[in-house]
């Protein structure tokens, strides 16, 4: 009988350090797992011993609409002639934003393969599970819609719109479950399980240290040019005053002239704040770093501490320009269900922050080998 195949399929650096622990959890238990890679950026070397084949197929995503769109009607072939799945195998995608996700997802259900969403750890997996209704769609959206639904496989997949992010979610018959690291209530069909997070090493922290990520929410619509750098000096301010040595990691979306002109206008007036120059990803460098506290506004990463010591530091509710935008909202509801101590002033954002013995406290949590039904 042929034996079960594992396949993930990541679109970025975060998504790849999961499927790598994870999938080294799995080749410990005797499974063979393979990598599908859609890279939008994916900058890291792939553990080429570790998966027992490696993938890559290109993401129309970063192309403008019309020739992304092209792109995609023409995905369909190239994916059935790249994969043969069977009804043994398994196939674990981190995110649905990505049509071309959906289109090998679609064919690898086509030939019997279960599928399942395992978060990806943030803001993006979470908030769109919970909404209780969608943003009013524009005559835009719904061009772009209809456009999506001509793409081979695609007629089935659905929208959500949320702070006027237009969102494609597969049909949920397609999904056997979604795979999540953290309890949480959703409105959709497919049955929700928790897994158990591969374990991390504690690390010997800094005291005193801390590391600041960047987000560019001045280029996603959500602050203002003029906003952010008022946000982002009260943030520099506070974590000047609280810790010892702070750091300063960009976002990878960040060009490198906004790098500069950030760098001169803002980072320049911080003597104690450094530049992290690494385009490494965070969970790389934290073992470098050993930071007592990871502070940003509300990034990924904060939410994938467990087990190495360090604190998350949320800011965003300390920035009235951001704390009762409707994305934020539903972010603090979700951090308060996870009994998150948040930081109840600026003063509060120093060394000595704890941010509850309970926020990672998951219970009912299994294997992701029982959950996915191997034998």
């Known amino acids: 009988m042929r034996l079960n195949l594992i396949y993930f399929l990541v679109n970025n650096d975060y998504q790849y350090i999961e499927a790598e622990r994870v999938a080294r959890d799995l080749r410990t238990e005797g499974y063979s797992v393979s990598l599908i890679a859609v890279p939008h950026t994916l900058t890291i070397d792939l553990n080429k011993a570790l998966f027992s084949q490696i993938e890559w197929i290109d993401s129309p995503a970063n192309s403008k609409w019309i020739y992304a769109w092209l792109r995609y009607l023409l995905a369909s072939q190239l994916v059935r002639s790249s994969f043969a ?7 674990i995608i981190f995110t649905e934003f ?84 953290r309890n949480l209530r959703i409105n959709r069909k497919p049955p929700v399980y928790v897994v ?17 990520l960047n987000q560019p929410l001045y280029k996603d619509n959500i602050q203002t040019q003029e906003n952010y750098a008022v946000g982002l000096k009260k943030i520099l301010t506070a974590l000047s005053d609280g810790f010892d040595e702070v750091l300063f990691k960009f976002h990878p979306r960040e060009s490198e002239a906004r790098r500069n002109e950030i760098h001169k206008t803002i980072l320049c007036n911080f003597p104690n704040v450094s530049l992290v120059g690494e385009r490494e ?17 509300h990034s990924t990463p904060l939410l994938n501490l467990k087990g190495t010591g360090i604190n998350p530091i949320f800011v965003f509710h300390l920035l009235n320009d951001l704390k009762d ?12 269900s996870w009994q998150y101590q948040f930081p109840s002033n600026w003063q509060d954002v120093s060394s000595g922050f704890d941010p509850g013995a309970t926020f990672d406290d998951v219970r009912g949590a299994r294997p992701l080998s029982e959950i996915i039904g191997l034998p």
Request: glycine share 6%.
């Open 98 to 181: 990505e049509l071309m996700n959906q289109i090998i997802a679609q064919w690898f259900k086509c030939c019997g393969a279960e599928i399942f969403l395992l978060e990806d750890g943030g803001a993006g997996t979470y908030i769109p599970l919970t909404l209780p209704r969608a943003d009013p769609l524009t005559w835009k959206d719904r061009v772009k819609l209809a456009m999506i639904k001509l793409i081979p496989t695609l007629q089935r997949t659905h929208f959500t719109k949320f702070s006027g992010t237009l969102i494609p979610l597969l049909d949920d018959n397609v999904l056997n479950g979604i795979i999540l690291y």
């Open 85 to 91: 799945p069977t009804a043994f195998d398994k196939l």
């Open 325 to 336: 935008q409707s994305a934020f909202v539903a972010m603090r509801a979700l951090l308060v």
């Open 196 to 212: 158990r997070r591969p374990l991390q090493n504690r690390l010997e922290i800094c005291r005193g240290k801390a590391i600041f």
């Open 281 to 297: 990803p965070l969970e790389h460098l934290l073992a470098k770093i050993r930071p007592e506290a990871v502070v940003s506004y």
